[in-house]
Each structure stands twice: as structure tokens, then as C-alpha cells.
């Protein structure tokens, strides 16, 4: 099975132009056909360029993918902020509680005969 150009450019994630000059400069070599077409054979054409694979990271990002991975690192950051944020206010209601306990110790604690006087002179 050979590819033509468009296919070959297909299949590696290029443009024709790319190709056809690679073709042009010797680094593919490709049949003419008597349509002026290439017929360019795959082993010839994944020697110099790799094959498109699904899992590979893509080189150029569009405008549209920069703008989702924008987001997904604003989210992510974002998500790290409001888990911090979370602890905090976690350890806050914690002291709080502490502080709470400790007044309501010293509010019930028995008092000295004469105390409040004694704090009401001064």
C-alpha cells in the first residue's frame, strides 16, 4: 500500500508542502506516476518523518487547546487555593473551639469569697 501526498501528509501530521519538499531535496524518495502524482512507499516515508500516533503529545497547539490547557492549570491552581483555604479555616474552627472550652472553664470556675468586689473597686 503506498500513500499519495496528501495521505503521506496525513499520516505524519505535515503538510504537503512539507512533504513535497522532502521529496524535492532527496530525503523521501517517491514514484511519479504518469498523473504527476507521488506514490510514496510508507517504510520510505516513516524513515524520515514518525508515524502519526494517537498518543503522542501533538507539536503545535490550536488556539483552542492553549485555551483549555490555560484552564486546566487555572483550575488546578485554583483547586490547591480552595484546599488550602479548607485546612485553614479547618485549624481555625479548631483554636476557636480550644478558646471556647477554656473561657467556659474560667466562667464556671468557683470564684474566691468577695472576688467581684475586689474587681469592681479597681
Wanted: hydrophobic share 35%; aromatic share 4%; charged share 30%.
Amino acid at each position: 500500500m503506498s500513500y499519495t501526498l496528501g495521505q503521506a501528509a496525513v499520516a505524519v501530521k505535515k503538510s504537503k508542502s512539507t512533504i513535497s519538499k522532502a521529496i524535492k531535496n532527496g530525503l523521501i524518495s517517491a514514484e511519479r506516476q504518469s498523473n504527476g502524482s507521488f506514490k510514496i512507499e510508507p517504510s520510505e516515508l516513516h524513515r524520515v518523518f514518525p508515524a502519526n500516533n494517537i498518543n503522542e503529545q501533538p507539536q503545535t497547539l490550536d488556539k483552542t487547546q492553549k485555551d483549555t490547557l490555560e484552564t486546566l492549570v487555572k483550575m488546578a491552581q485554583l483547586e490547591a487555593k480552595l484546599e488550602a483555604s479548607e485546612k485553614r479555616v479547618d485549624d481555625l474552627e479548631k483554636d476557636r473551639d480550644v478558646w471556647r472550652q477554656q473561657a467556659t472553664a474560667l466562667l464556671n470556675a468557683p470564684r474566691p469569697k468577695g472576688f467581684l468586689q475586689r474587681i469592681l473597686r479597681q
